[in-house]
């Protein structure tokens, strides 16, 4: 489904958020970065002279009020679309309108919001039109475009990173509304300065949010003569629970936890049950993160500490038998018993190496001495030859070869020297030293 822009919207039945949709440069809002004096975006839209780009960011820092700003200073036509509800059937038909206008010395911005939900066939419709500027396309994601936009389109695009707005471009924002007579400005309000920063501090960079807040807040309120007041009290009921920024099947689902991860790598307990309440607030499935918990405690800890890989097993079972909200305790234990735990990255490294060997040396096959040998056959073939039990010998070692011929002599696990990995070690090194000494030359 589109939209064309008119002039004739009914301003007063829309919300705070769309009533303050700033009209111009000097009225937007944060992302000084791109739009500061001398700065790249702003140069081009002054210029007009912007091509097809992808807006990226986060929930409510601008991204479709940016379009749109684009679109009155060039004097474009603006097409709102959504990737939502729209197919190939209404691409094409907003794609025939914009080549009309072409044909008549009009341009188009066609602003896709959400374009990363558009699957590859729908993106590549918008692919001949952009290439000929019969559109310019401005898209909007949350997601990394990177992974969600076709290369093709994604090549003829340029990528600008808008960023969260902090905490005093939210407040300025906030003190705007309660004066702009598009805004609240039209009331007497009371709200003093620190409830307005703390509408700014939830609101978390979202501008959207801060100023729905700001206006729940002000629809509560009491009044007292003429006048609204606000207090600590209204702000409190229209906070008590934040909506926190994921998506458990996008971008922040990986960075989330990315972050409990390198968190209890870095032996920060802090850090990691944040992450971690964080997630599971957010309805993160515990199994998932219990899972991801359980590959940290043999890929960065292992046998630095080898009761780590039993934690974390039982937390997963945990999980299974009780579920939310009771094994939040399961997981936080076994989080923070891996931030404190020894580090090891041994086992990973181990395996890395021998993946890159198994995946681009000659594939030898088994040595004869090690291989099965369940029939006649294969004894006659020499399969088992030669084998040494090591339970048979006094040191239980033996110096049997049982790599292949062009791997003998090759390293792959290399023990730290942390926590119970360093037994490990000199146990290793012994084995090694004996090995040396018996075997034939």
Known sequence: MYEQRTLFEKENALPLAARL???????????????????????LIESDNIGSMIFWGPPGVGKTTLARIIAGRTRANFI?????TSGIKEIRQVMEQAEKNRLFGGRTILFVDEIHRFNKAQQDAFLPFVEKGSIILIGATTENPSFEINGALLSRCKVFVLQALSTEELCELLTRALHDER?????????????????AVFAG?????????????????????????????????????????????GEEHYNLISALHKSM???????????LARMLEAGEDPLYVARRVTRFAAEDVGLADPRALEIAVAACQACSFIGMPECTL???????????????????????????????TVAEPVPLAIRNAPTGLMKELGYGKEYQFAHDTKEKLT???????????????????????????????????????????
């Not at 709102?80 to 939502?84: G, K, Y």
């Not at 003429?226 to 008590?240: G, L």
């Not at 790598?265 to 992450?275: E, F, K, L, Q």
Request: aromatic share 6%; charged share 30%.
């Open 80 to 84: 709102d679309f959504s990737a939502v």
């Open 399 to 441: 110096d049997m070869q049982c790599l292949p011929d062009n791997l003998v002599g090759r390293r792959y696990y290399t023990p730290g020297e942390e926590g119970v990995e360093a037994r490990f070690k000199d146990r290793l090194e012994e084995i090694l030293a004996w090995k040396k000494a018996h075997t034939k030359k």
């Open 205 to 249: 960079g979202d501008a959207r949010t801060a100023l729905s807040t700001l206006e729940m807040a002000v629809l509560n309120a009491r009044t007292d003569g003429d006048e609204t007041v606000v207090t600590a009290e209204d702000i409190e009921q229209c906070t008590s629970r934040k909506s926190l920024l994921y998506d458990k099947n």
């Open 21 to 43: 949709r700033p009209r111009t440069l000097e009225e937007y809002c944060g992302q000084k970065h791109l739009l500061g004096e001398g700065k790249v975006l702003r140069r």
């Open 330 to 360: 399961h997981l936080t234990e076994a989080v923070v018993y891996l931030s404190l735990a020894p580090k090891s990255n041994a086992l990973d490294v181990a395996y890395t190496r021998a993946r890159k060997d198994a995946l681009t």
């Open 265 to 275: 790598r870095n032996s920060d307990p802090d850090a990691a049950v944040y992450w």
């Open 183 to 199: 805004g609240l400005g039209g009331q007497k309000i009371s709200i003093p300065p620190d409830l307005i920063r703390a509408i």
